[in-house]
């Protein structure tokens, strides 16, 4: 499954709870997804060289790192997210 699709998915799961928050620093070219509020230690699992995972001690997403963002949302589906 694309890397979007699935970050849509989950997007999509936590659009009730409201507390998703989206930021891009256009400086770094790196964009961050936090499904959590702040305050929570986390660990950092790096999938790839574009991709790292913020876990809390529980094993739930606390937020997802983009880096290189601009040619990742460029891949596949033109950078769209998928509706739901």
């Known amino acids: 499954m694309p890397l979007l699709n699935m970050i849509s998915i ?3 799961m936590r659009k009730r ?3 998703m928050k989206f930021t891009y ?3 770094y070219n ?3 997804i936090r499904f959590s509020e702040k305050g929570l ?3 950092t699992v790096r999938v790839s060289d574009e991709l790292n995972v ?3 001690p529980d094993g ?3 937020g997802i790192e983009l880096l290189n963002t601009n040619e990742q949302l460029k891949r596949e589906d033109a950078g769209k997210f998928r509706d739901w």
């Open 10 to 12: 989950y997007m999509g």
């Open 41 to 43: 230690d986390v660990e």
């Open 25 to 27: 620093d256009p400086r």
């Open 60 to 62: 739930k997403i606390y």
């Open 30 to 32: 790196v964009a961050y």
């Open 17 to 19: 709870a409201n507390i």
């Open 54 to 56: 913020d876990l809390t």
